[in-house]
Nanobody, 121 residues
Framework: VHLVESGGGSVPAGGSLTLSCAAS????????MGWFRQAPGKEREGVAL???????EYAESVKGRFTVSLNSIKDTLTLEMSSLRPEDTAIYYC????????????????WGQGTQVTVSS
């Protein structure tokens, strides 16, 4: 499975950004795609995921501010981020699993290269 992210950038606090991840190579209609992030000096953490059967999952820190959506026809995962905070600054990675999994990095064998999101105060 190959993943390509797009949409990172720099915004002031309170701003919005949308990230997209295009996947190719799924051979089954059951899969999960997720967003993770890693800030300097911190561990990679889950942000949100979507499954091909319609389930979503969010980290507590982003609930109510971020919205994830999976287009299972186009194999594209989108993350709409609003009310961004400086602590959201990180490299955001798209990840995929060829099964239904939860928001835990070890459950995802496929990863994109990452895209930088910077939120200034």
């Amino acid at each position: 499975v190959h993943l390509v992210e797009s949409g990172g950038g720099s915004v002031p606090a309170g701003g919005s950004l949308t990230l997209s991840c295009a996947a190719s190579g799924f051979t089954d209609d059951k899969y999960t795609m997720g967003w993770f992030r890693q800030a300097p000096g911190k561990e990679r953490e889950g942000v949100a995921l979507g499954t091909s059967d319609g389930r979503t999952e969010y980290a507590e820190s982003v609930k109510g501010r971020f919205t994830v959506s999976l287009n299972s026809i186009k194999d594209t995962l989108t993350l709409e981020m609003s009310s961004l905070r400086p602590e959201d600054t990180a490299i955001y990675y798209c990840a995929a699993s060829t099964w239904y999994v939860i928001l835990r990095p070890d459950d995802f064998p496929y990863w994109g290269q990452g895209t930088q999101v910077t939120v200034s105060s």
